[in-house]
């Protein structure tokens, strides 16, 4: 599920140059980064960018000499990312063709908020579930959270073949375009949207649900001297992402053997 507004990322590139006012080798820098991103649109919950500045509603006429704070980006999230999950999730329901009822768990992944009760307690509201449902919320994990959620799931449902876990996975990541100039910030800016995805996991198929896919095994690895190359920190104006542009050399250089590794594993174990 995604929000109504959509924008270019040409669009969003000439808006953020405006903004920024930014010099001329920093146009070239953001121009290239936005055109190499291999991304044509992506979604908002906050259509401002394509309404004259002194209509802005979410940023305000006097952005950006002065930012949202971390609180009103916060009551942002808090009143539309249950929304945006809710969504995803009626129509992970309706497209697995069990019946809502027979859903035991429900699994919220979000990094772009803190709200508690979280989007799972909304959810089991919201979808008429029985409040006995197990809950659980993964946050603050970043891009991998929801790999996380998968797995906690696919153990969830090892352990108990008539569970059925629902797992939302919900980010409002618009909520923290950032006005520093650096080049990890510029590129972090140019990649990340607003959207939510769901799925139900479960064991002991039955004839009424319509499968799409197996999870046989699930593996991680922390690559060594690499906790700089990605973050995500508070901050007084929402949440601050570093980003270095050699995270796809790390992965590039690690990747081969880590899957040479999973697969022999596999091949020897029924359970990898």
């Known amino acids: 599920a995604v929000p109504p507004h959509a924008f270019t990322q040409e669009e969003i ?22 055109q190499n991103s291999a991304i044509k649109k992506r979604h908002s919950i906050v259509g401002d960018f ?25 009551l942002r999230y808090k009143q539309e990312a249950p929304k945006l999950a809710e969504a995803s999730a009626r129509q992970a329901l309706e497209r697995w063709g069990g ?7 429900i699994i919220s992944i979000s990094c772009t908020g803190m709200i508690a009760p979280g989007i799972e307690y909304y959810l089991m509201q919201n979808l008429g579930l029985p409040n006995t449902v197990n809950r659980l919320g993964v946050n603050f994990m970043g891009c991998f959270g929801a790999f996380k959620g998968l797995s906690v ?3 969830f449902a090892q352990a108990d073949p008539d569970a059925r876990v629902l797992v939302v996975c919900t980010e409002l990541c618009s909520l923290h375009y950032q006005l520093d100039q650096d080049g990890e910030t510029i590129l972090a800016n140019s990649l990340f949207a607003d959207g939510s995805a769901a799925a139900i996991i479960g064991a002991n198929l039955q004839k009424e649900e319509k499968p799409l896919w197996d999870m046989i095994c699930s593996r991680s690895i922390g690559f060594k001297d690499s906790v700089d190359k990605m973050s ?21 250089r690690n990747i081969k053997e880590f899957m040479d590794d999973l697969l022999a594993e596999k091949t020897t174990s029924d359970q990898c």
Do not use: C
């Open 13 to 34: 590139a000439e808006k953020s140059i405006a903004l920024l006012s930014l010099k001329e080798e920093k146009v070239e820098f953001l121009n290239r980064i936005y």
């Open 50 to 74: 394509k309404r004259p500045q002194h209509e802005w509603e979410f940023w305000g006429a006097e952005y950006p000499k002065q930012e949202p704070g971390m609180a009103s980006r916060n």
């Open 153 to 155: 799931a696919r153990a």
């Open 232 to 252: 995500w920190e508070a901050g007084d104006h929402g949440y601050l992402i570093r980003l270095s542009n050699t995270v796809p050399v790390i992965i590039k």
């Open 99 to 105: 019946q809502a009822s027979r859903i035991t768990h």
